[in-house]
């Protein structure tokens, strides 16, 4: 498995130092939240795009993905949601990402039946764009839809190879599901997984990797058991907890610890 982290950690850095804290550190990848707060977002002009994939060429460091915010199960019309994604998928294309993040994004006032049936419509039809773009779409086990059991309901019914699936395991974790029972679930769509760790389940602020609750060594295990082979991205949301530690202060460390995990796994 390769090891990547999120901007979320470092919010607004400038690219050149996110870069320079992968290959410092020991990280393959890295991936990009996609934000206009962030020095990449759709936004950016065909030159910037064209100089931002240069730069990871040259740092010799793979951009994993792009962490955008579409919310795909979200109430509303279903144009403005799409052409969001498609934005975000052209952005990927220009970058030579291979994968975004969506979002599921359903309310209290939907029922489950609408929300799956109206994510799964949206990806459905973006899912061809996403052919084209040569970039998959992968929707993130993230609030209403946290756990693998949960998005495995939309993906089913979307069908469709470039739609796939991002295992953040804080929140299948909080959503009561063991490790095992979210790949058994997630595994034929799995793009890559994110891992972190929290103070608690009532506390999920972030701290260093094996400092907190979350079962890191367990979807190790799981990972390496089956002999998936893709990608461990640490996700560190700085960007929402500003009291916690600084992330490039805890790169080393947390690169050695899934290091650990994943020897003594193997």
């Known amino acids: 498995m390769k090891l990547a982290f999120s901007t979320l950690g470092v919010p607004g850095l400038p690219l050149p130092e996110v870069?320079?804290?992968?290959?410092t550190h020991g990280y393959h990848g890295v991936e990009l939240r996609a934000h206009p707060e962030e020095p990449v977002h759709t936004g950016l002009d065909l030159t910037?795009?064209?100089?931002t994939a240069a730069e990871f060429k040259a740092a010799g460091v793979e951009l994993l993905g792009l962490a955008g915010y579409a919310r795909v199960a979200a109430p509303g019309d279903d144009e403005p949601v799409i052409e969001e994604i498609r934005r975000l998928l052209d952005l990927a294309r220009d970058l030579g990402a291979p994968f975004v993040r969506v979002f599921?994004?359903?309310?209290?006032?939907?029922?489950r039946e609408e929300a799956d049936a109206t994510a799964a419509r949206r990806l459905g039809t973006a899912a061809e764009y996403a052919t084209d773009c040569g970039v998959r779409i992968l929707l993130e086990t993230h609030d209403s839809h946290r756990t693998g059991a949960d998005a495995i309901r939309v993906l089913g019914l979307v069908g469709h190879r470039q739609v796939g699936s991002l295992w953040d395991v804080m929140h299948t974790w909080l959503g009561g599901e063991q490790p095992s029972e979210t790949?058994?679930?997630?595994?034929?769509?799995?793009g890559y997984v994110q891992v972190k760790d929290i103070a608690s389940a009532e506390d999920t602020t972030p701290v260093p990797l094996g400092a907190g609750v979350l079962p890191l060594t367990e979807c190790?295990?799981?990972?390496?058991?089956?002999?998936?082979?893709?990608?461990?991205?640490?996700?560190?949301?700085k960007r929402w907890y500003e009291a916690a530690p600084p992330l490039p202060t805890l790169l080393a460390a947390g690169r050695d610890h899934l290091s650990r995990?994943?020897?003594d796994s193997a």
């Open 104 to 111: 599921p994004g359903a309310t209290a006032e939907q029922s």
């Open 220 to 237: 190790v295990d799981v990972l390496s058991r089956h002999e998936w082979d893709g990608w461990l991205c640490w996700e560190y949301e």
């Open 19 to 23: 870069l320079r804290l992968a290959t």
């Open 48 to 51: 910037r795009r064209t100089d």
């Open 183 to 190: 790949y058994a679930a997630l595994s034929p769509y799995l």
């Open 261 to 263: 995990l994943l020897n």
